[in-house]
């Protein structure tokens, strides 16, 4: 009857489908050095091998064949799927400035479901919007699901957990550009715990480490490790312009503290937003701590600013809105109110040489009703009541 008969496939056509794909892979193992095992994917080829011969030769003879079955094996799954697949006979291409920082990081350490009828580890694909794919997948479904890694058409590789064909669960997500995330995923986004990393140059790493950002010896290590890899020329040579590319470059012209210049982010997200507490790092080293609200600064928190300013109060919309204490490295402090990012309404001044204000704000000035405290060249304190409009007495008040 022969391997191409009617009873193994429905017309003639697919026995000559069959017939080529023999002889690319009779190809493939022409052109391959017998013994070279290196460009196969470590992560599929190698679970569930145990087989243990007397040579290293032997070995490796085992593994080719064992490769062999499962590459025939998912050929025969794929050509059954609806949409079909191109198999790659190796791991997904990725670019040099995500194995840049890949190199460094500590390897990701996730377990995949066991395979079973309905899911089973396949090769590497590519897919029909362009990525690849290498992984586990549901035959049923013909979506990847389970553990896998995948390469998006914009080079973002991913590392984890797969749902219904999305990244759902806990995963590794590095862009060309530099952008690192690592955390829980729902839905292909963001959704749980996760640290974001982007990159910056004079990443401001001493600032952040001297000041305890990190609560974990992992989070730490994962940080000082990216902070050397960002620091090449990959990222910072014009060689990868993405969809964050102009906004890193915009970042680094502007070396003040600014709101949208962070390169760090370790707390909660929720709809891929950050969403509850957590803590961001800004290019110069400023640190905020506290409540998030749909990537705003919103709630309790405490923001320290790298040449020593600090607030400690309520935030909305990533502005200073609420009661709060604001202090200095030179000694004044501000104890009150704020609006929209100003001292506005009630509150307290005090000046490193005793001098005081206590009474009404705005916008920032002293407005309002308000005693102002001076000290005289004698030392004796003068108490000055008054009414003030834009920081300037306007009127006495007996």
Not at 55 to 75: E, F, N, W
Request: net charge positive; aromatic share 14%; proline share 3%.
């Amino acid at each position: 009857m022969g391997n191409y008969c009617s009873c193994i496939f429905d017309n003639g056509q697919d026995g000559r489908i069959q017939e080529i794909e023999d002889v690319k892979r009779e190809r493939v193992k022409i052109q391959a050095d017998p013994l070279d095992i290196e460009p196969m994917s470590v992560y599929i080829y190698s679970l569930n091998t145990q087989t243990i011969m007397p040579s290293d030769t032997s070995l490796k003879s085992s593994i080719r064949k064992l490769i062999a079955t499962k590459y025939l094996k998912a050929v025969k799954i794929f050509q059954g799927f609806a949409v079909k697949h191109s198999i790659l006979y190796g791991p997904p291409p990725t670019c040099e400035q995500v194995l840049e920082i890949e190199r460094v990081l500590p390897q990701i350490t996730l377990t995949a479901l066991k395979n079973s009828e309905n899911v089973m580890l396949m090769p590497t694909v590519k897919i029909r919007h362009g990525g690849y794919y290498e992984g586990q997948w549901n035959v049923y479904t013909e979506q990847p699901e389970g553990f896998g890694i995948m390469v998006y058409e914009d080079d973002t590789k991913y590392v984890g957990s797969f749902k219904n064909g999305i990244r759902d669960g806990y995963g590794r997500m590095i862009k060309a550009d530099g952008v690192f995330y690592e955390g829980s995923f729902k839905n292909d986004i963001f959704t749980g715990k996760g640290i974001l990393l982007k990159p910056y140059k004079e990443f401001p790493l001493n600032k952040i480490v001297g000041r305890d950002f990190f609560t974990t010896e992992w989070e730490t290590t994962v940080l000082e490790k990216y902070a050397k890899a960002v620091k090449s020329g990959l990222f910072y040579g014009n060689c990868y312009s993405g969809r964050y590319g102009e906004d890193n470059q915009e970042a680094q012209k502007n070396t003040e503290s600014t709101w949208q210049g962070y390169v760090l982010y370790s707390g909660n997200y929720f709809k891929g937003l950050k969403h509850g507490k957590g803590m961001m790092c800004f290019n110069d080293g400023s640190i905020y701590n506290g409540e998030f609200v749909e990537n705003m600064m919103d709630g309790n928190g405490v923001f320290e600013w790298a040449d020593g300013k600090k607030y400690i109060g309520n935030w909305k919309a990533s502005r200073l809105h609420g009661e709060g204490i604001y202090t200095w490295p030179d000694g004044r402090e501000y104890k009150g109110c704020y609006a929209n990012g100003y001292r506005d309404g009630y509150g307290m001044f005090k000046w490193p040489d005793g001098k005081n204000y206590v009474g009404e704000w705005l916008n920032g000035n002293m407005h309002g009703v308000g005693t102002l405290t001076i000290i005289d060249k004698n030392g004796k304190k003068c108490f000055i009541k008054a009414i003030w409009e834009d920081g300037k007495k306007k009127k006495l008040i007996n």
